[in-house]
């Protein structure tokens, strides 16, 4: 097994190859691939120093996958050179994730849509992963009608330049800046562009690929991103109504079998997730679950996950797993 991290020394692609190493994958050699400015470094991965080269060696190398986390341009303009060569691509960017051609995959969700066929697929926004993970299991049960989200997002959603910003203003130092505001000691209402309808496109993410992911467009979604001085990971405030009436404790059980979620819900002990304690954890974390007794049939549950891992990094990795174990590559 050859696996090639395109974007290898960023903070996703850094992610990337920690985890690759910690869940025990059976790989014989790691092909991590960066920018020009980058080929030549090491990185260590199995007591071993790997070279960082080039899109162009990494793919003379054929490797069986290749695990993208590089930015939708360098997505766009690669992802199929990989896919041409017979080489199944992962990729972490929003370039592939609307396209109808590519799935957009959570295993424990969707990872069975996979075929023989799928050469380039598409890695969910890190703030939808962990929604999916918990609105799926009650979608099948009581049908969903509409999901109300806010988010509460870490700065290392916007890479290491946001996370130095923060580093920086709490040190007193100056710096350069990811964001147009101070970080520290605030919030900033909005995660990327804005679009025509006065959504950000970080909440248009959201919205549509909830809609894909679960594959069901009758999923009314409405969200508001906020960005947070935080580097544990994301956390959501989620309403979700159903057509369906539902018992608590029901819902709980069925949050606490589904695969890849822990429930973290005791009020009278002051107990529910965190992201002190999601950081570095690969589950998405629920609790805080309780009926909105402002309306019918209506759930408010509260929604942490690391979005370096499970966000991003984990859920590709599991992608090639599942792959692996399909005989897909």
Known sequence: ???????ATGLVGTKIIEVLEE??????????????????????????????????TAIDKKPNCAIFSAGGATSLELAPKFAEAGIRVIDNSSAWRMNPK???????????TLSSEDFIIANPNCSTIQMVMVLKPLHEKYK???????TYQSVTGSGSKAVNQLKDERAGRDGDKAYPYTIDMNI????DVFMENDYTKEEMKMIEETNKILDDASIKVTATAIRIPVMGGH?????????????VQEASALLHDFPGITVVDNPSNLEYPMPLNAHNQDDVFVGRIRRDHSQP?????????????KGAATNAVQIVEYLAQNNLV
């Open 297 to 309: 049939n209506t759930l408010n549950c509260w929604v942490v996950a690391d979005n370096l891992r």
């Open 235 to 247: 956390s959501e405030s989620v309403n979700i109504e159903f057509e369906n009436d539902f018992e």
């Open 102 to 112: 590519n799935k957009l995959v959570v295993p424990e969700i969707n990872g069975d």
């Open 188 to 191: 900033i209402p909005q995660i």
């Open 1 to 7: 097994m050859k696996i090639a991290v395109v974007g």
């Open 144 to 150: 969903i009608k509409r999901v109300v989200v806010s």
């Open 23 to 56: 869940r025990g994958l059976a790989i014989d050699e790691l092909i991590p691939v960066a920018s020009e400015r980058s080929i030549g470094k090491k990185v260590k991965f199995q007591n071993k120093e790997w070279d960082v080269v080039g899109y162009q």
